[in-house]
């Protein structure tokens, strides 16, 4: 029995080939060492030199695709958030987030935890830019409490996470969860 280069034998009909050969991984994808970050440089998008818009982009374009690129960035540089003010929420007739809660679990309410006054300053900073850009809502009956968790970046400056995972364990499994997210974006992130 010969198969062909769809993948289908020959004693059976003939199925429709609807993609490609793969291609190659790349030469630092095959030996099995980390992805290499791709050189970046910055160019500022900004009409006012006081407000900086900084962008980055590959050093490795041609001159010409360079100059058309930035000259679209620039065209278009209103699409782009450039603060927490300037995402405004969505309207939620357009979309809406609902999780799926097992029937039947109880609500969890995490203890409080407590922090250094230097990173708890830092937190309530966080905190009302969220509060300010409408992201988040204060509310005073709670079922579910989770947890801030600040995460010390590599400048110093606290950026504000949430421990979802209690409400996680509540919430069935996704039946078709994206295959192997995380180590894609991880590999083309060059981490």
Request: proline fraction near 7%.
């Amino acid at each position: 029995m010969q198969i062909d280069s769809c993948g289908s034998s020959n004693n059976k009909a003939p199925t429709p080939c609807a993609f490609q050969e793969p291609m190659a991984a790349p030469r630092h994808m095959q030996d099995g060492s980390a992805a290499v970050a791709e050189q970046l440089e910055t160019i500022d998008l900004s009409e006012d030199p006081s407000t900086p818009r900084s962008i980055s982009i590959s050093v490795h374009l041609t001159s010409e695709e360079r100059a058309a690129l930035v000259s679209l960035l620039q065209e278009f540089r209103d699409v782009f958030a450039w603060s927490y003010e300037e995402m405004s929420g969505l309207n939620p007739s357009l979309v809406s987030h609902t999780l799926n809660v097992e029937l039947g679990t109880k609500p969890i309410v995490q203890p409080r935890r407590n922090f250094h006054h230097e990173v708890e300053k830092q937190i309530k900073v966080e905190i009302e830019k969220f509060l300010a850009a409408g992201f988040i809502k204060p509310i005073k009956h709670l079922t579910w409490l989770a947890n801030i968790v600040p995460v010390k970046k590599k400048t110093g400056v606290i950026r504000v996470c949430t421990d979802y995972r209690d409400l996680n364990r509540a919430c069935p499994k996704d039946e078709f969860p994206m295959p192997n997210m995380d180590i894609l974006i991880d590999s083309t992130s060059g981490q």
